[in-house]
């Protein structure tokens, strides 16, 4: 069992790592990154863009974001079923809360924690998360800052 002082750390930490990763996306409205760790281990990975090879333009000439660019939890948790980890008690670190349609995917992957650092314009998602009996904790990164 980690001390909470411990997984304090560790939950700033990895989401960090997560505000990095979210580099990774082509996108120009919100670039989103998120990673499942279990056992002190990163398992996955995503960031928020379009599906494999498609083009990596996640906005239209409107500057509105195309229907199909997948959330980066979404990514993510696409990955583990490709991989040969499961996300069973797993914990998901996002940069951005998670919305209703990534929080459904969360639920039914078994991870058991979402660290977020920025909240989205709708709680919807948090609200089904914590319904689902899934611990939600929020990490301000800018006052976090070392």
């Not at 349609?101 to 058991?112: H, N, P, T, V």
Request: aromatic residues 6%; charged residues 30%.
């Amino acid at each position: 069992m980690v001390s909470k002082e411990k997984q304090d750390l560790l939950d700033l930490r990895y989401l960090r790592m997560a505000r990095i990763w979210s580099e990774n996306s082509y996108c120009t409205r919100r670039k989103v990154g998120a990673l499942v760790v279990k056992d002190k281990m990163v398992i996955s990975d995503g960031y928020n863009g379009t599906p494999s090879g498609f083009e990596n333009v996640c906005e239209d000439e409107n500057n509105v974001t195309k229907p199909y660019v997948l959330h980066a939890e979404a990514n993510a948790i696409t990955k583990l079923a490709r991989s040969n980890n499961n996300s069973d008690g797993s914990t998901l670190y996002v940069t951005a809360s998670p919305c209703m349609e990534c929080s459904k995917l969360i639920i039914q992957a078994g991870i058991r924690r979402v660290v977020y650092g920025e909240e989205y314009r709708l709680a919807d998602g948090l609200e089904l998360l914590r319904r689902a009996n899934i611990e939600v904790k929020y990490i301000n990164l800018e006052e976090n800052e070392p």
